[in-house]
């Protein structure tokens, strides 16, 4: 096992773990990152590893937010809770656009839209689309202000944002279902935190349909990037999931929406001239 193989898992770990969660497209980093930085692998296993290293972000979710989506009890007697359920049936309706979509068409998607034009025009696409919205809702009070307040119809209007995401790389998931939660009057710790638990059931089939399309045929090696590049996709996601909740408390999203528009521009002009 080649050890310089393995710093690049790490390098692509950190980056997946950073971009997942802030709203700037980790495929657009992705892509970038892949042109200077290459792995020596089969084409097949990191179309699959762009995906999959996306569950030691998961991960990442599920022990920050363990006590607000795990929806069992036992301490003195077991204990259901409702809410929780409720939840979990919304973000399951937020997921049908996407999911009937993916299903469908995953592989005409990449072929039409996974090239380096599109991503960069997604990407400043929404970041306008960010400070546009920021800046309409500056003297506004948002209308939901806790995740129990999120409606059936609202989780399934997030649910189209995602879609766009799901169509276009470089939209970025988290980008495309805060923006699509803060048009329909979201507060901004309530859309981070639904578009958190949103990832959870959406990332973990795309993985496995990914891993199902590769057929389980992982060499030794490529056995150690993935794990690799999961572990650090996981321990970075646990700093940068913290840094965003917090951050968002004082801070609106516009920020994100100005890197976007350089980011994009910069995508373009390198692959203009490239």
């Not at 995953?106 to 839209?113: K, P, S, W």
């Not at 960010?130 to 059936?152: A, D, G, H, W």
Request: glycine letters at 6%; one cysteine or more.
């Amino acid at each position: 096992m080649d050890m310089i193989e393995i710093l690049k898992a790490v390098l692509f770990g950190i980056v997946e773990g950073i971009t997942e969660w802030l709203p700037i497209s980790s495929t657009g980093h992705m892509i970038l990152l892949n042109e200077f930085v290459t792995l020596n692998v089969r084409e097949d296993f990191w179309e699959m590893f762009l995906v999959v290293i996306q569950l030691g972000a998961i991960l990442a979710v599920v022990l920050l937010f363990w006590n607000k989506i795990f929806p069992f009890r036992f301490k003195e007697k077991p204990v259901v809770r409702k809410d929780i359920f409720s939840l979990w049936f919304k973000i399951l309706v937020a997921c049908i656009p996407a999911a009937v979509v993916g299903l469908a068409f995953d592989d005409v998607l990449d072929a039409l839209f996974y090239n380096p034009w599109c991503v960069a025009i997604a990407l400043i696409v929404f970041g306008i689309a960010f400070i546009v919205i920021e800046n309409r809702n500056r003297n506004m009070s948002p209308k939901i202000t806790q995740l129990s307040e999120i409606t059936y119809q609202t989780a399934l209007m997030i649910g189209v944002f995602q879609l766009i995401a799901a169509v276009f790389p470089g939209t970025s998931r988290s980008g495309a279902t805060i923006v699509g939660a803060l048009m329909i009057g979201v507060s901004r710790t309530v859309a981070a935190e639904f578009t958190f638990f949103l990832a959870i059931p959406v990332m973990l089939g795309a993985s496995l349909l990914k891993v199902v399309k590769f057929g389980f045929a992982f060499t030794e090696s490529e056995i150690v990037i993935l794990l690799v590049g999961m572990a650090v996709a996981f321990i970075v996601s646990v700093a940068v999931i913290r840094f965003l909740m917090g951050y968002i408390k004082k801070h609106n999203f516009k920020v994100f929406g100005w890197y976007r528009i350089v980011l994009g521009a910069v995508v373009l002009l390198y692959f203009t001239l490239a």
